[in-house]
């Protein structure tokens, strides 16, 4: 009984107490400005945004390679850093996890050319962003940039904004959210039909 007082029942009452519009749980949550004021729920791809949405009707690549376990040695990395740099300057955005070193050198090359870049991130935007939603989500990126710039960058997370990551160094389910991204696969937020792109509304 005191669970379903201290969960259900006090938030209600404090709602009540401070004209706050009580939310049903089982809805979506909603948009209330554009992805690149704050953070916002994608209903159709089931998924939460911040940033340039914009960015996703752009020419799109990923780096496998900096996908999977990671063991990749020094050569490896800096393998990834000069295929990064053939994507960015040939105008693709990258789209990359920041999970382990690969994901990160390959997320910090676009900002050495000032490039934007789609960030598939494991938890929510407080843990990566900060509370305040404007910090570089790892040491190596505010070498380059000193703060997280949604009109330039979008982050992509299937976990709401206040929610944990998960703390492995290989995340499957991002590597393959980036991929689907990337190569148009991903229903609802963008895909490719009957040869044609559609990205989200």
Known sequence: MSTTLDTVVVPRLRACANNVPLLDPSEPPR??????????YHLPAKLWLYGNAHLLAGELAFLEIASGP???DPDQ???????AEELVLAG???VCGIHNP??????TLPLRWGAPRILV???????????????????AARLWRYQWDPKTD????????????TFALHNPTVDRLVAKIA??????LRWRDKGSLRVLA
């Open 77 to 83: 990395l800096s393998e990834i850093e000069r295929r």
């Open 154 to 165: 979008l982050a992509i997370s299937r976990r709401a904004p206040g929610k944990l990551p």
């Open 31 to 40: 948009r209330t400005a554009p992805f690149d004021f704050e953070p916002g």
């Open 121 to 139: 991130l494991s938890g929510g935007f407080i843990h990566h962003l900060g509370p305040s939603l404007n910090q570089e989500p790892f040491r």
């Open 70 to 72: 990671p063991h990749q």
């Open 102 to 107: 690969a994901q990160m050198r390959a997320a």
């Open 92 to 94: 693709k955005i990258l």
């Open 183 to 188: 190569q148009s696969e991903c229903l609802g």
